[in-house]
Nanobody, 130 residues
Framework: EVQLQASGGGLVQAGGSLRLSCAAV????????IGWFRQAPGKEREGVSC????????YYADFVKGRFTISSDNSENTVSLQMNSLKPEDTATYYC???????????????????????WGKGTLVTVSS
């Protein structure tokens, strides 16, 4: 069974850091792009960051540039999101998702568009207190 497992969420004070991890179960991240998306209560889901495994390209939403870093650990088949200088407005459920290179939606990674993602994890809650 193909699954994505996201972990690492929690409660942190403003200015603090968290590291989210996304693990692939039942498939490898090779030939995929893996993105992080988030959804706050009452708001639409939005793209946060994405990484392409074929060339290592990374993409970030403007509101996280300079604070968040996405990385891929090929040996562990995981993708991480290091979140620094967290703000209360970063509070949301964070989801990892993957899109296959040949799916026709591969460029959704660069656009941080969640609509074409093939696989989704269940999400991990990040709460930033002021």
């Amino acid at each position: 069974e193909v699954q994505l497992q996201a972990s690492g969420g929690g409660l942190v004070q403003a200015g603090g850091s968290l590291r989210l991890s996304c693990a692939a179960v039942g498939f490898t991240f090779d030939d995929h792009a893996i993105g992080w998306f988030r959804q706050a209560p009452g708001k639409e889901r939005e793209g946060v960051s994405c990484i392409r495994r074929d060339d290592g390209s990374t993409y970030y939403a403007d509101f996280v540039k300079g604070r968040f870093t996405i990385s891929s650990d090929n040996s562990e088949n995981t993708v991480s999101l290091q979140m620094n200088s967290l703000k209360p407005e970063d509070t949301a459920t964070y989801y990892c998702a993957a899109v296959y290179a040949d799916s026709g939606s591969y460029d959704d990674c660069a656009r941080l568009d969640y609509t074409g993602m093939d696989y989704w994890g269940k999400g991990t809650l990040v709460t930033v207190s002021s």
